[in-house]
């Protein structure tokens, strides 16, 4: 299972750290969202990082600035009616914007598949179709090569449910910033959607 980690939404001291230590602990990418700052700020910010890192940070909306500074790629919200040029990845919460979004993506977060750690009272409908996210999930991996990446209250202890649903990971964002030690959260997480994929080759 993939995991990636979303950057806290503001201004947090620990958070260049805490990438040098992610990449370090073998996090493949680190989406920078950033949705209060202006553009002049989120490239410098950016600009600030070590340039090593440039080609596995996923910039939330900003193309021209991704592009300008040789990111990873930049990433849409579900709102953005149409896909951005070059766009890498893209939110989408319901099921038609899933399948519609599918083929022009290389990864889709969607949710929240569980009530939010990050933003209280966030949570999925209570008659959302799960059993046909789970069919639309299984077509996908005969019809496309997108990534689909559950997001929305995602801890360790959830990985289960998001791979029986048939996600190919997760993102997390609570279950690592909400902790003293955001690297060693993360590396809890990636253990155990590491131990999950062992008992699935075992199988």
Do not use: N
């Not at 929240?112 to 046909?132: C, H, L, M, Q, T």
């Not at 999930?137 to 689909?148: D, H, N, Y």
């Amino acid at each position: 299972m993939r995991i990636v980690v979303i950057s806290p939404e503001s201004e947090d001291p620990r958070e260049a750290a805490a990438i040098d230590g992610l990449l370090a602990s073998g996090l493949e990418l680190y989406h920078v969202r950033k949705p209060s700052w202006t553009g002049a700020e989120i490239e410098s910010w950016l600009r600030r990082l070590p340039q090593g890192w440039r080609k596995r940070l996923i910039l939330h909306g900003h193309p021209e600035i991704a592009a300008g500074l040789g990111l990873g790629g930049h990433h849409d919200r579900d709102r953005t009616d149409h896909p951005s040029r070059a766009g890498f990845s893209r939110s989408c919460h319901d099921l038609a914007s899933l399948r519609r979004h599918l083929p022009a993506y290389r990864a889709i977060l969607f949710g929240p598949v569980f009530p939010s750690i990050s933003k209280p009272g966030y949570r999925p409908a209570p008659d959302f179709p799960w059993e046909g996210l789970k069919a639309l999930l299984a077509r996908k991996k005969l019809e496309s090569g997108a990534r689909v990446l559950a997001i929305g209250g995602v801890s360790a202890a959830r990985l289960a449910r998001c791979k029986d649903l048939g996600f190919d990971g997760a993102a997390v964002l609570g279950a690592v910033w909400r902790e003293r030690d955001p690297v060693a959260a993360y590396a809890g997480i990636r253990d155990a959607a590491a131990k999950l994929e062992a008992a699935r080759h075992a199988a």
